[in-house]
């Protein structure tokens, strides 16, 4: 069975806490990250959950991200299409 490497698979980060920016920086000076991967920032407002929705909050994940060598990006288009799957969840290749 080959690994996501193998695959060209990319990760996707869904950061709701800035220590989970932190485990993403530390995979990354650590080599592990392959370039392409998405950190998406998402911010608590009314679910008590990270920091609020404000540009300080923004500006503090930013803060975070600089010295990694992380860039800032757009987010992708609306109703992308999730990646083409060469066999169906749950088969073994058979």
């Known amino acids: 069975m080959r ?5 060209g698979a990319l990760p996707l ?3 709701f806490e800035p220590g989970f ?7 990354q000076r650590a080599g592990r990250l392959p370039a392409g991967g998405i950190v998406k920032l ?4 009314d679910l008590q959950v990270g920091l609020p929705p404000t540009p300080t909050a923004l ?6 991200l600089a010295p ?3 860039r ?10 999730p990646p083409c799957v ?7 290749g058979r």
């Not at 690994?3 to 695959?7: A, F, H, I, W």
């Not at 500006?59 to 975070?64: G, R, V």
């Open 3 to 7: 690994g996501p490497r193998e695959l």
């Open 13 to 15: 980060f869904s950061i």
């Open 21 to 27: 920016l932190r485990d993403v920086a530390t995979l």
């Open 42 to 45: 998402y911010f608590g407002g």
């Open 59 to 64: 500006e503090a994940h930013l803060e975070l």
């Open 68 to 70: 990694i060598g992380l």
């Open 72 to 81: 800032r990006g757009s987010p992708p288009p609306p109703h992308t299409p």
């Open 86 to 92: 060469d066999r169906p969840f749950g088969s073994r």
